[in-house]
T-cell receptor, first 115, second 109 residues
Framework: DVKVTQSSRYLVKRTGEKVFLECVQD?????MFWYRQDPGLGLRLIYF???????EKGDIPEGYSVSREKKERFSLILESASTNQTSMYLC??????????????FGDGTRLSIL | GNSVTQMEGPVTLSEEAFLTINCTYT??????LFWYVQYPGEGLQLLLK?????DKGSNKGFEATYRKETTSFHLEKGSVQVSDSAVYFC????????FGAGTILRVKS
């Protein structure tokens, strides 16, 4: 089975801090994704990557950056955390081209609170 | 752009009741369609998918048929169980995966 592991289930940080969320997948998938999940809004794509060192903006990239130095690891960075970034963050990975019919495999999520 | 609209929840049913969760989409081209499920405290997992018109996806007693003429992909199950309580997301994959807002399902024993 595909395993997508997010480094923390719960995280509490302060406004203005630099925050790192880590995600690792063990199935050699080309594509990795970061979403945030908010009630009533579903999942919104922040950034994705289709190869090492490659990244593309999603629908809501403002205030975030990403890093993919190794194929199995995709990091989400909040440069200067703000309270409106309090959310559930989900990482996913998939095989093949980004627009293929291959499903995405998700981690269990990180619930991030910014105080 | 592409979009997905799901019926609002929460949907509350008694065990063994029939379930329908409506999903309609707007898309250019011929996207693949998915239903994902999120159990409490977990990430999303794929429930079923359909990749072309008239395809029927099925898994764990759930079914959905890709209807191009009505741009719909409604999720159905004949007899729900308490363990089906979760959030259900409809999604389409054109040039990227687009999710609906999710529908909470609560099943009472």
């Amino acid at each position: 089975d595909v395993k997508v592991t997010q480094s923390s289930r719960y995280l509490v940080k302060r406004t203005g801090e630099k925050v790192f969320l880590e995600c690792v997948q063990d199935m050699d998938h080309e594509n990795m994704f970061w979403y945030r999940q908010d009630p009533g809004l579903g999942l919104r794509l922040i950034y994705f990557s289709y190869d090492v060192k490659m990244k593309e903006k999603g629908d809501i990239p403002e205030g975030y950056s990403v890093s993919r130095e190794k194929k199995e690891r995709f990091s989400l960075i909040l440069e200067s955390a703000s309270t409106n970034q309090t959310s559930m963050y989900l990482c996913a990975s998939s095989y093949g081209t980004v627009n293929s019919n291959q499903p995405q495999h998700f981690g269990d999520g990180t619930r991030l609170s910014i105080l | 752009g592409n979009s997905v609209t799901q019926m609002e929840g929460p949907v509350t049913l008694s065990e063994e009741a029939f379930l329908t969760i409506n999903c309609t989409y707007t898309a250019t081209g011929y996207p693949s369609l998915f239903w994902y499920v999120q159990y409490p405290g977990e990430g999303l997992q794929l429930l079923l998918k359909a990749t072309k018109a008239d395809d029927k996806g099925s898994n764990k007693g759930f079914e959905a048929t890709y209807r191009k003429e009505t741009t719909s992909f409604h999720l159905e199950k004949g007899s729900v169980q308490v363990s089906d309580s979760a959030v259900y997301f409809c999604a389409l994959n054109g040039n990227k995966l687009v999710f609906g807002a999710g529908t909470i399902l609560r099943v009472k024993s």
